[in-house]
Nanobody
Framework: EVQLVESGGGSVQSGGSLRLSCEAS????????IDWYRQAPGQKCDLIAT???????WHSDSVKGRFTISRDDSVNTMFLQMNRLQPGDTAVYYC?????????????????????WGQGRLVNVSS
């Protein structure tokens, strides 16, 4: 089965750090673009980090300098390291990878062709 399974996250105080992991199965991510999205309560789904097939990396202005997207192809897993967390970072975080098929996106409430989505993990930052 093609899937991404997320782990990590949880609750932390402002200024703390957390790491999200996203392990792929049924396909490999080593030659795929990978992304992290987040959806705050009542808000739309937002792209916050991308690691493209050509090796380039992008982070949104809202997380630049605090969050880092990375991957470990030896274990078919992508990561999001989150430092200096703020209450405004409270959201459900989703990983996504280009893949051989499309799976349901809870973030967009849709199935999108050749996009494999994780199930989402809640990150709650208290002041």
């Amino acid at each position: 089965e093609v899937q991404l399974v997320e782990s990590g996250g949880g609750s932390v105080q402002s200024g703390g750090s957390l790491r999200l992991s996203c392990e792929a199965s049924g396909f490999t991510i080593d030659d795929e673009t990978i992304d992290w999205y987040r959806q705050a309560p009542g808000q739309k789904c937002d792209l916050i980090a991308t690691a493209r097939r050509d090796g380039s990396i992008w982070h949104s202005d809202s997380v630049k300098g605090r969050f880092t997207i990375s991957r470990d192809d030896s274990v078919n897993t992508m990561f999001l390291q989150m430092n200096r967390l703020q209450p405004g970072d409270t959201a459900v975080y989703y990983c996504k990878a280009d893949g051989p098929t499309g799976t349901w996106s809870r973030c967009f409430q849709a199935r999108r062709a050749f996009e494999v989505w994780g199930q989402g993990r809640l990150v709650n930052v208290s002041s």
